[in-house]
Each structure stands twice: as C-alpha cells, then as structure tokens.
T-cell receptor
C-alpha cells in the first residue's frame, strides 16, 4: 500500500543544533506539506511544495527550510534549533481527487529541543 | 483575517449522538474537511463537503451551509473508540487549508 513515512519519530536535540526531519511518500503525489501542531493551536503550515524544485513558505516558516529534489521526499531542516520549536511535526501529501485535495498525513515526528 | 472556530471540548455518552460545530471566515471557499485525530496519532480523513447539504458515511455525517459559514459533524451510536479530537479545515481561494484548533471529544460509558 502507498504510504507516507517520517523519521525520526522521536528526537531530543540541543539548542543551536541543526536537525533534519525526513518525509517520504510513495503515492507519487505532487503536493507535500510540513505542519507543526501545538496545544491550543490548529495545525500550522511551515512549508509546502507543489512539485520537484518548488518550495513555498507557510504561516510559520522562520527557522525552517525544505528542499524538493524528487517527488517522493520533502526533508524539513531546522537550521539552529530553538526551544520554541519543540513540537510535533506532521508531513502530509495530497493530490486532487473527487474528495477535493484530500491531505494524507505521516505518523508525526516528536521533537524536543533542550 | 481567516478564522475557524470549534468548541475546545465536548463530552457525550456511549451509544448517544453528538454534533460538533464549526464556523469559519475565510478568503474564499473551496471545500471543508473533517479529520479525526486520536491522541498521539496523525489526523485521518473523515469527510469533505463542497456543496450545501448533508453527506452521510455510516455513523458519521457532515453538513455544510456556505451562506452561514457553518458546518457540523454528526456522530451517531457513539463508541468508546470515537474518543478523539475532531479537526475542521477549510480550503481557501488559494487552495490553502486553514485549520481549526480541534474539538476533543470525550466518550463516557
């Protein structure tokens, strides 16, 4: 079955370190997204991509970057981790269907910055 | 600004019916989604409404009124496994999803 996987699932890192969260999907979807989810907030969009070599900033992009060198992968990099970036991160992908642009999520990556 | 409002928490009894409301103000409208999210897990797709009216899928139904900026998710014959957060999201004119903060549904025996 096609799927979307994230790694690592859990990570603890120190302030100032660079961290990369991997996201890999096998649906061949053009659209990929990174969200963070914090208590009291809805899912907030960090970056998104509509295809290879295309990347766009979302609502909360400061301190994060992404790259899209192929259809399957959209790694998220925290250039210099801060405690405010402690969160759960969800990667997602979508393709337009009869159910709209239904988004499918990966299992999530729990990041703690100490 | 764009805004999605839904209650923070609701409690219901096993076997009963519960309605979770969602109101929205967005720049344009290209559909409304409901997702279910169990604690510690990823959101999973429940329903999509783009036209006014009721969409039924088994025990779950979703209603949309575009003129009122309003939707609800109706869960019938509640089961303990329905304890989860329910997320409302609207796709705006730029095809971006705007998410509500979610409604935590607690089911009591």
């Amino acid at each position: 079955d096609a799927e979307i996987t994230q790694s690592p699932r859990h990570k603890i890192t120190e302030t100032g370190r660079q961290v990369t969260l991997a996201c890999h999907q096998t649906w061949n979807h053009n659209n990929m997204f990174w969200y963070r989810q914090d208590l009291g907030h809805g899912l907030r969009l960090i970056h998104y991509s509509y295809g290879v070599q295309d990347t766009n900033k979302g609502e909360v992009s400061d301190g994060y970057s992404v790259s899209r060198s192929n259809t399957e992968d959209l790694p998220l990099t925290l250039e210099s981790a801060a405690s405010s970036q402690t969160s759960v991160y969800f990667c997602a992908s979508s393709e337009k269907t009869d159910s709209g642009n239904t988004i499918y999520f990966g299992e999530g990556s729990w990041l703690t910055v100490v | 600004g764009q805004n999605i409002d839904q209650p923070t928490e609701m409690t219901a009894t096993e076997g009963a019916i519960v309605q979770i409301n969602c109101t929205y103000q967005t720049s344009g409208f290209n559909g409304l989604f409901w997702y279910q999210q169990h604690a510690g897990e990823a959101p999973t797709f429940l329903s999509y409404n783009v036209l006014d009216g009721l969409e039924e899928k088994g025990r779950f139904s979703s209603f949309l009124s575009r003129s009122k900026g309003y939707s609800y998710l109706l869960l019938k014959e509640l089961q303990m496994k329905d304890s989860a957060s329910y997320l409302c999201a609207v796709m705006d004119s730029n095809y971006q999803l705007i998410w509500g903060a979610g409604t935590k549904l607690i089911i009591k025996p």
